[in-house]
């Protein structure tokens, strides 16, 4: 009978009858006892539930604001002021009082955000005459209008070119020489005062505070047990490279591999492992056993161990080769043997943790901190502070996560942070996309916070995604699971993620929030802002009332770069009285990663009300279309448009003209070059109003890849890319 | 240098003692051996569910008071658990009969001789629920558990020394109850 020795015994039973009593002793092992699995889970819930009782910090404002208790208050808040406001619109109603006094109403009027789809409604407060009403409208800007009437009593105004125009304030008004349909006169003319929308729905930008759960139910695929584990000893789960298998130790440290579909676990050595790593090209499967390297070589199903000096505690690839570290440091196999590539320090209790990706660093702990190590340069870098976590890779290498307290923080690779995440197990896929799960529920975000989306509810412990990007691993209760996430929607351009700052910045000042605008400058925007002769924030009167973005684009890589025209709109009283335009650089910031305003420069104040006005440029590269907020006379167009390059010579097709859109055609704009867009006084509306003064805009062709992005229609679409700049003039400020 | 599972496991403690509700992760660990344990204690599946319930939930509770020794974590709640099975049954002892012991000999013996061998396991572990509870509980971390002595001082609350005692007094005591059950030839 075979008896197993311990050393450990050695000098407690000296006597060998006593000797033979432990081994046979430790010959034998209980079976296992019997266990009801819903008494396991149901403690685990029991434990779960105490434990979300003593944990001290609370959920973070938007997971308590979006938790469902939270909702239903914001959808209740929401709805209560929607009836509101339904209610005081119509308290606010003329009861009619009699048909002395002609009233006229529109849902439209002292709205910020019309949309531009939809006719002006003009509401009377009893039968008009169409044909004196019709001739009494007057509408400004410019714009050819059909009429129709419903009940008598309502009149829609539709614009002949289909839509209103973007960015604009109309101005629709009732001549006192329109009458009842019994022939009373209105009096006094009554005007109606709206602003339009933009040319197009925001564009999906991220937004700094994340999304609520986009659904209560799961929006996983294909969720199944794929092996009980009984237990978890590691949670180093390994994908083979076609994303079929995953290879895991179970807890009693033997190497398994399973199907992800499901299906027979298989052994691959049975017991003692740790650290197991699949080589990148998914041909061999490393691990450690009892201090020695073994490589399984799937091909041909050999195992061939490696004995190494001092033991291997940590195994990994950097592409075909193998790294591993021991006691003395971290080592290669060279072509003559094993090779230390940089030693570990000596000091403190050090344990490795991760080698990267690309084989450039890795990751190791001493005492309670974490440190990056360049493995060229053998020089450690912390990352975070004491008692950091480490938690992840980007699939490249060159960023990590750690955690410390409830956040995951991404760092460079020199130790610089560049974003946050909410804390919980991470895994990075291949397609940047961050998986954050926990006991409780599963998230999926993108590296810079974006798109957070509420996958599920439930337990989702150490996701590890699959090299597709689309499956991943996780653990419940004492098994493995896997399941299939969707797609996160398609990644900002950086025209969402720059116009989403402009926005933001010109929010804030528009607020007067003087340092929540600040705080989107860096040191050249926040000259230009205090010496550089602009405002911040913008006082006096006429007031500083809207703003939009009149055009944009990106004209630059490394660091990515835009550009922005914003036009800041004046208002008097109701009425748009003057407009300027800032000139806005936004740029990557190269440490924090984020868009910063860098440029800063104003153009001269115009008054409105004289003639047409350009409310929206879009630029490709090669065609050019300009968007008026009136109808012109196309025969001034031709003439009175024209695109110049920087010798001043004239460029691309003659202008043409339709609904209220001027198009040059024929350009091959030159990525980064200067041109200038003429708008001649010439130009006249409908009307028969010149535009006011010579417009000028100067535009820069778009850099190449938004070109290509525009043509294979990634970027979305116009209305929103853009690029001019206007004609440098002297700066001003109001 | 320390070995890699424990590295994984410094990290899943960590993790619970910075968030109660990562404790889950080391729950899913360790059930299985303490729930084991426990039954073996027992023997009673409703009394191993309660005491093992207690086990976890004092361990959660006291997880910001835990200090890394070194040793696993695994020895802390044995530690827990040779006191909560104490608590519990100080005056009681199991009383189911002890049938469920599995070989874990490699070599193939002949089956007569299996039997006996069986027979004889089952008389000395007959014999270790006998013993005093201190050595019954330090026979068992080690021979059943397959725990390194240092482990069980932590489990048990002494010295590696006071453990070697108990281990080798308590197998004394089984050889001395075995020659006297023995049969005299």
């Known amino acids: 009978?075979?008896?197993?020795?311990?050393?450990?015994?050695?000098?407690?039973?000296?006597?060998?009858?006593?000797?033979?009593?432990?081994?046979?002793?430790?010959?034998?092992?209980?079976?296992?006892?019997?266990?009801?699995?819903?008494?396991?889970?149901?403690?685990?819930?029991?434990?779960?539930?105490?434990?979300?009782?003593?944990?001290?910090?609370?959920?973070?404002?938007?997971?308590?604001?979006?938790?469902?208790?939270?909702?239903?208050?914001?959808?209740?808040?929401?709805?209560?002021?929607?009836?509101?406001?339904?209610?005081?619109?119509?308290?606010?109603?003329?009861?009619?009082?009699?048909?002395?006094?002609?009233?006229?109403?529109?849902?439209?009027?002292?709205?910020?955000?019309?949309?531009?789809?939809?006719?002006?409604?003009?509401?009377?407060?009893?039968?008009?005459?169409?044909?004196?009403?019709?001739?009494?409208?007057q509408i400004a800007p410019a714009t050819n209008v059909t009429f129709t009437w419903q009940l008598n009593n309502t009149l829609a105004v539709q614009p002949t070119s289909g839509n209103l125009a973007p960015n604009t304030q109309y101005q629709v008004t009732i001549g006192p020489t329109a009458t009842t349909a019994t022939g009373q006169p209105l009096n006094t003319a009554q005007t109606i005062t709206f602003v339009t929308q933009p040319p197009a729905?925001?564009?999906?930008?991220?937004?700094?505070?994340?999304?609520?759960?986009?659904?209560?139910?799961?929006?996983?695929?294909?969720?199944?047990?794929v092996a009980p584990l009984g237990g978890i000893a590691s949670s180093a789960v390994q994908w083979s490279a076609d994303s079929s298998t995953v290879y895991f130790v179970n807890s009693s440290g033997a190497l398994e591999g399973v199907l992800a579909k499901g299906g027979d676990v298989k052994v691959v050595a049975p017991d003692g492992v740790s650290s197991p790593a699949i080589a990148p090209a998914g041909d061999r499967l490393a691990y450690i056993r009892g201090g020695k390297i073994e490589v399984l070589t799937f091909a041909v199903g050999t195992t061939a161990e490696i004995a190494v000096t001092p033991a291997a505690t940590l195994v990994g690839w950097v592409k075909d080769k193998l790294e591993w570290v021991a006691v003395d440091g971290l080592h290669t196999q060279g072509a003559n043997g094993p090779t230390q590539l940089a030693a570990l320090p000596a000091t403190g209790i050090v344990s490795a943790v991760s080698f990267a990706p690309d084989g450039t660093h890795a990751v190791y702990r001493q005492d309670l901190k974490l440190f990056l190590m360049d493995l060229a340069t053998a020089k450690s870098t912390q990352i975070g502070q004491a008692n950091a976590l480490f938690d992840g890779w980007s699939p490249s290498g060159a960023q990590v996560i750690y955690s410390s307290g409830d956040t995951l923080t991404i760092s460079d690779v020199h130790g610089r942070s560049v974003g946050t995440l909410p804390g919980a197990d991470a895994s990075w896929s291949s397609q940047d996309a961050v998986l954050l799960g926990s006991e409780t529920d599963l998230y999926q975000v993108r590296p810079d916070g974006s798109a957070l989306t509420k996958l599920a509810n439930g337990t989702y412990r150490s996701p590890m995604w699959a090299p597709n990007g689309t499956a991943f691993a996780f653990f419940r209760g004492g098994a493995l699971w896997a399941a299939s996430a969707p797609s996160l929607p398609p990644v900002p351009t950086t025209l969402d993620l720059t116009s989403a700052v402009v926005n933001s910045f010109m929010t804030a000042r528009q607020k007067g929030q003087t340092d929540?605008?600040?705080?989107?400058?860096?040191?050249?925007?926040?000259?230009?802002?205090?010496?550089?002769?602009?405002?911040?924030?913008?006082?006096?009167?006429?007031?500083f009332s809207r703003f939009y973005i009149l055009a944009q684009t990106v004209t630059g890589f490394q660091p990515d770069t835009a550009t922005f025209v914003v036009r800041l709109v004046l208002t008097h009283g109701k009425l748009d009285v003057a407009d300027f335009e800032e000139t806005l650089t936004v740029i990557r910031d190269a440490t924090t990663r984020r868009f910063v305003i860098d440029q800063a420069a104003a153009g001269a104040h115009r008054d409105l009300g004289k003639g047409a006005e350009v409310v929206g440029v879009v630029v490709a590269a090669?065609?050019?279309?300009?968007?008026?907020?009136?109808?012109?006379?196309?025969?001034?167009v031709t003439a009175g448009m024209v695109l110049l390059d920087s010798k001043g010579q004239q460029v691309g097709d003659a202008a043409t003209y339709t609904n209220r859109t001027v198009t040059i055609g024929g350009l091959k704009l030159k990525p980064g070059d200067t041109y200038k867009l003429v708008v001649l006084s010439t130009v006249q509306d409908v009307n028969g109003h010149?535009?006011?003064?010579?417009?000028?805009?100067?535009?820069?062709?778009?850099a190449a890849t938004l070109e290509a992005d525009l043509k294979s229609g990634a970027v979305a679409a116009p209305p929103a890319p853009a690029s001019p700049t206007p004609t440098p003039t002297p700066t001003t400020s109001s | 240098?320390?070995?890699?599972?424990?590295?994984?496991?410094?990290?899943?403690?960590?993790?619970?003692?910075?968030?109660?509700?990562?404790?889950?992760?080391?729950?899913?660990?360790?059930?299985?051996?303490?729930?084991?344990?426990v039954y073996s204690r027992v023997r009673e599946q409703t009394a191993a569910e309660d005491v093992t319930s207690e086990i976890f939930m004092k361990a959660l509770k006291a997880m910001p008071r835990y200090q890394d020794t070194g040793r696993p974590f695994a020895a802390w709640l044995y530690?827990?658990?040779?006191?909560?099975?104490?608590?519990?049954?100080?005056?009681?002892?199991?009383?189911?009969?002890?049938?469920?012991?599995?070989?874990?000999?490699?070599?193939?013996?002949?089956l007569e001789d299996l039997a006996a061998h069986r027979d004889e396991i089952r008389r000395i572990w007959g014999l270790v629920e006998a013993l005093p509870t201190q050595q019954r509980t330090a026979l068992v971390l080690k021979f059943q558990e397959d725990m390194k002595i240092e482990d069980i001082a932590v489990a048990m609350g002494k010295s590696p020394g006071a453990v070697k005692l108990l281990i080798h007094r308590g197998v004394s005591r089984l050889r001395e109850e075995a020659d006297a059950l023995r049969p005299v030839e």
Request: cysteine-free.
């Open chain 1, 1 to 137: 009978m075979n008896m197993r020795h311990d050393p450990e015994l050695d000098d407690v039973l000296q006597d060998q009858e006593l000797r033979r009593l432990g081994e046979l002793l430790s010959s034998t092992r209980r079976a296992e006892p019997p266990l009801d699995e819903a008494f396991r889970s149901g403690l685990r819930r029991q434990l779960m539930q105490q434990a979300w009782n003593m944990s001290e910090g609370r959920p973070s404002l938007w997971r308590r604001v979006f938790a469902p208790p939270g909702l239903a208050w914001v959808g209740a808040t929401a709805g209560l002021v929607l009836i509101a406001g339904v209610v005081v619109f119509w308290a606010l109603q003329p009861t009619g009082g009699g048909f002395n006094q002609i009233y006229i109403n529109s849902p439209m009027d002292g709205s910020n955000a019309v949309a531009l789809q939809q006719p002006i409604l003009v509401a009377f407060n009893q039968p008009m005459n169409h044909l004196t009403t019709e001739a009494a409208v």
């Open chain 1, 201 to 225: 729905p925001p564009p999906p930008s991220p937004s700094p505070t994340p999304r609520a759960p986009v659904s209560p139910s799961s929006l996983l695929t294909g969720e199944h047990q």
């Open chain 1, 516 to 543: 929540q605008a600040a705080a989107f400058l860096d040191d050249g925007g926040k000259q230009a802002y205090s010496s550089g002769g602009l405002n911040l924030v913008i006082t006096g009167d006429p007031h």
């Open chain 1, 622 to 636: 090669d065609r050019i279309q300009v968007m008026f907020d009136s109808d012109l006379k196309a025969d001034t």
């Open chain 1, 690 to 702: 010149n535009v006011a003064a010579e417009y000028d805009l100067s535009l820069v062709g778009p």
């Open chain 2, 1 to 37: 240098m320390s070995d890699p599972p424990r590295d994984d496991e410094r990290e899943l403690v960590a993790r619970a003692q910075r968030d109660p509700r990562q404790f889950g992760a080391l729950y899913d660990r360790h059930f299985q051996q303490i729930y084991r344990f």
């Open chain 2, 79 to 110: 530690q827990i658990a040779v006191n909560a099975i104490a608590d519990r049954y100080r005056t009681l002892r199991p009383t189911q009969p002890l049938e469920d012991f599995h070989d874990l000999s490699v070599a193939g013996p002949a």
